[in-house]
């Protein structure tokens, strides 16, 4: 089991930018790696995920060009850089991960996931 702690949100204007950060620790290796977020009255929807040797990448439409996915794996670290945020970002973000890339875009299919963090931007 891989437990996993977000940090790095907070409250942005629209246009600003914002750095997530996801330390994992327990059983980390080989982990593909992933954010989604969650809005309220939304369903939880996938943002971005990285593979373990960091080789693959992959991003939702709305947040391509703007959104970075990053990891460190000496320090167990994803990182999420979200720069020209817009109102509509604004969401719950999660980590999640898996031991199988084929799944890490999943909301509903197995894997480790974080308590989350608070990203508000304002118009």
């Known amino acids: 089991q891989v437990q996993l702690v977000e940090s790095g949100g907070g409250l942005v204007q629209a246009g600003g930018s914002l750095r997530l950060s996801c330390a994992a620790s327990?059983?980390?290796?080989?982990?593909?790696m992933g954010w989604f977020r969650q809005a309220p009255g939304n369903e939880r929807e996938f943002v971005a995920a990285?593979?373990?040797?960091?080789?693959?990448?992959n991003y939702a439409d709305s947040v391509k060009g703007r959104f970075t996915i990053s990891r460190d794996n000496a320090k167990n670290t994803v990182y999420l850089q979200m720069n020209s945020l817009k109102p509509e970002d604004t969401a719950v973000y999660y980590c999640?991960?898996?031991?199988?890339?084929?799944?890490?875009?999943?909301?509903?299919?197995?894997?480790?996931w974080g308590q989350g963090t608070q990203v508000t931007v304002s118009s």
């Open positions: 999640k991960a898996d031991d199988r890339w084929s799944r890490i875009t999943n909301t509903d299919d197995g894997g480790s």
């Open positions: 327990g059983r980390t290796f080989s982990n593909a």
């Open positions: 990285i593979s373990w040797g960091s080789a693959r990448t």
